[in-house]
Structure formats: C-alpha cells, structure tokens
C-alpha cells in the first residue's frame, strides 16, 4: 500500500486502496509516531466514505493511547482553526481534496494548524513496517466528540471582527458541495453582503460540479454572477482549501491577479515578502517588486509554502493551485479568510474587480501533462536536468527543472500523485509559447528514451 502515502496526505480509492482496516493502520501509524501520548483533534469533508474513515482512523489512534477529539463536519480550515486555537498537540483531516468522489485520504496536521512535509514519510514508515506502539488495555487513548457547530461558530467569531465592509457587496457562492457550505455563505451574511448560493448542500457524490474548481467546472457560476450583477463569484473544493475568483464580467480571475490585488493592499501598510511556488506567472516579480515586496519562489505544494512562510516571515503567499496564505492571521491556507479580504477591498475601491484585473498584465500560459510511468519518472527528470545543464540553460531547480528566457520560461515537474510529469509554459506572446512547449516536449520525449533504454533495454523501448 505504499503507493497511497503522497508528498502531502495519504489518498486512495475507498474499499480498493484504503479500507477501513488500513485506516485504523493508518491511525496507530500516526499515533505511534505522536509517541502514543496527546491530544489530537480529526475532522471530516462531506465525502460519503469520510464517517467510515473518520471512525476507523480514531480507533487506531486511540488505540496507541492519544487522546482522540472528533469535531465532525467542518471545512478544512475550520479544522485547522481549532487545532490551532484549541492547543491541540497535533491533528487529522479526512478528505481527498479535490480528487473524484471515491477517493478518500488523511492529512496530517502540525498543532499550528499547518500541514506535514518530511514527516509524512515517517508515517509511511511505521505503516509498512507494521510496529505500532499499542497502548496497554488501561491506558487506551480517550475518543471525545466536539460539536461541529461551536467549532464554526468560535472560527467565524474569530475572523468576522476583524473586517468591515465600507459599502455593500453582492457575492456569488458556489460550494461546489462541499463543506464550505457550513462557513462561507453565513460568514458573507454576517459581515452585511448580500450573498448567493449555487451547490449549497453537502453531497459527498458531487452532483453539481467537479470538487475541483476549474475555468470549466465553474461555468454556471460565472453565468449566475454576470446574470445578478454581483460584485464577484467565489468557486470553492470539496474539503475548502482552494478558491476561484469570478470578476462582475462573470470571468474566472487569474489567481496570481487576486495574489497581487490583495498582496498590493497588504504592502500598503508593511513591506516585507509575499511567497509564490514555482508554477505561478511572472507577472509577480513585476507587480510584487513594482507595490514594493520581495518575491520568493518556492516548490509546489501548500505544505511546502507554509514551511517557507515561517523561513521568510512572508506577508502573504499564494500558489496557481488556487490556495491563498495571510500570515498575519494564521499560517495554514484559507479561501474564506481571502474571500473576506477580497471584498472588503473591493467595498472600499471605486473599481470594479474586473477593472482591477484588466490592470493587471496576463501572459500567455499553457499547462499540458505527459504520461510517465511512476517507477521512471524521477530519473526521467534527472536526465531532463542533465541535458538541461548540458545545453547551457538558465536553470531553476527549486522544483523539478524551470528553463529561464528573458521573454518567457518553461518548467517540467513530476507530479507527487499520479504517473505524471507536469510542463507548464509561459511567454510574452502566444507564439513564443507555442514554441517553448515543443521544446519541453521534445526535451521530456529524449530524456525518457533515454531512461528507458537505461532501464529496460533497447528492445523493451522499440516493443
């Protein structure tokens, strides 16, 4: 079952590749990597496989003698929120993200609320191994229930105070399903918006949309937000860690955009750092320099970036991925946190969101996603980086290989999650994009016949 613990989280197929009995595994792996002794707080997306893990995975836990508190059905952050606040040693999440609905996983969570990096493989670890550290019969961790409701409502009561709205706002909300139908429409509400749902109730088969907000999954959206004039749409996952902006034109709006939007309002008042992984535009350097900031550029993941954010003491951070970090609260990513801050901009500006984009330059941007198998992809990558270097590019290694041009750049990265390597492009005209993905994919074609003449031998290739 190793395949199923990924860079970031554990994730599989419900009742394929995580039962409830490799659940509970998974839950006695990570109690016996807590030492078998503190108080952990676990909650849940709204996936119709979470309970049944949720269960599984505390009993295993319990069982190494952690002291288990289940606050239930809450956002994400939400979850995080608590975790922090409530001094809890560490905590869990059950959810897949926005993978399809029969996936399911763990996230694993520090006890400021952010997410494990290298201590994954740890876990992993004791997991394969199978050497748990159970607790003796009288010593068994306790297993206590949080109501969900009072989790919301201190996380709401902690964030609303410290936004006001100048003028009224007109917002668009589609939960996409997902649990953020429990925070984010009361929290617009409360703040005095005037607020609309699209896919409000939780449904864990995700009949509305993909859980993954995307330029096509968020169509209805963007027709709902022009059709009632609002000032902006927010399109949110499954388990509310990623969100898509819609402009008042009903246009999905760049995430590097809003970045700069809210990161050009934040340096108003400090100046300081603002993160970004490898993938996002260039535009930042511009913009960020231009408002005043120093941008870091850091690998992908929303692990990653939070790790980065302690290191640099950024001011605010963001990644293409559509997740958004403000510091100045907490460290973990929260979209309701940015929808909040995003209108209270827009509450206190004369332009309109979609004027505030237009501002703002876009490059052409072409992402595009190349089979490799899982057993050659990492090597395919050194040998990408070998002929890189031996054809004398600018190179960024942050994370996999970015190929630097002065009018562009282009960069190749193995996917942590599936038989993927991932070519993302970027350029200042469409042609000169056009021209840097046939050299990525001309590069990424030589290095992995190369690979796997190494591999498999010149026969095995040609079949």
């Not at 309109?352 to 595009?368: F, G, Q, R, V």
Request: one cysteine or more.
């Amino acid at each position: 079952m190793e395949h199923i613990f990924r860079a970031y989280d554990v994730r599989g197929i419900f009742n394929r590749e995580l039962t409830p009995d490799i659940a509970a595994k998974i839950g006695a792996a990570f109690g016996t990597y807590l030492g078998g002794n503190g108080n952990v707080l676990i909650a849940r997306d709204g996936r119709t496989s979470s309970e049944i893990v949720e269960s599984a995975f505390v009993s295993g836990l319990a069982s190494t003698g952690c002291n288990c508190f289940t606050t239930g059905l809450v956002p994400i952050p939400t979850a995080n929120f608590k975790i922090w606040r409530g001094g809890y040693d560490a905590g869990a999440y059950i959810t897949a993200s926005h993978n399809p609905p029969e996936y399911n996983g763990v996230r694993f969570r520090h006890g400021d609320g952010s997410g494990y990096t290298e201590q994954n493989e740890e876990i992993k670890k004791i997991f394969l191994s199978g050497k748990f550290k159970l607790a003796a019969w009288n010593k068994l961790g306790s297993i206590n229930k949080l109501n969900s409701n009072t989790t919301i409502r201190e996380y709401l009561d902690f964030l609303l105070p410290k936004f006001k709205l100048e003028k009224k706002i007109k917002v668009v909300l589609d939960s996409g399903n997902g649990v953020s139908s429990l925070t984010v429409p009361k929290a617009f509400e409360e703040l005095g918006a005037e607020v609309s749902t699209l896919n409000a109730q939780i449904d864990g088969t995700f009949p509305g949309r993909d859980s993954e907000p995307s330029e096509a999954s968020l169509s209805e959206l963007k027709k709902m937000v022009a059709a009632e004039k609002a000032d902006f749409g927010a399109g949110y996952d499954g388990d509310g860690d990623r969100v898509i902006f819609v402009d008042d034109k009903g246009r999905a709006v760049q995430t590097e955009k809003i970045g700069i939007i809210i990161s050009r309002d934040i340096l108003e008042r400090k100046k300081g750092n603002i993160i970004a992984n490898i993938e996002c535009s260039m535009i930042l350097e511009r913009e960020i320099e231009k408002a005043g900031g120093t941008l870091k550029r850091v690998r992908v993941g929303d692990v990653f970036v939070t790790e980065a954010i302690k290191k640099h003491r950024a001011l605010f951070a963001m990644e293409t991925s559509a997740h958004y970090f403000m510091p100045e609260f907490y460290f973990f990513d929260d979209p309701t946190l940015v929808s909040l801050k995003l209108a209270e901009i827009l509450s206190k500006s004369e332009k309109s969101l979609s004027e505030m984009a237009d501002e703002i330059p876009s490059y052409p941007k072409i992402m595009k996603n190349f089979s490799c198998p899982d057993e050659i992809k990492f090597r395919a990558m050194e040998q990408i980086i070998r002929n890189s270097k031996e054809e004398g590019y600018k190179l960024d290694l942050t994370d996999g290989a970015k190929v630097i041009f002065k009018d562009g750049w282009a960069l190749l990265r193995p996917s942590n999650t599936t038989p993927l390597i991932r070519a993302t492009v970027e350029a200042e005209s469409k042609k000169r994009v056009e021209e840097l993905l046939n050299l990525v994919e001309k590069e990424f074609k030589s290095a992995v016949e190369k690979v796997k003449r190494d591999v498999f031998g010149q026969e095995r290739v040609r079949d």
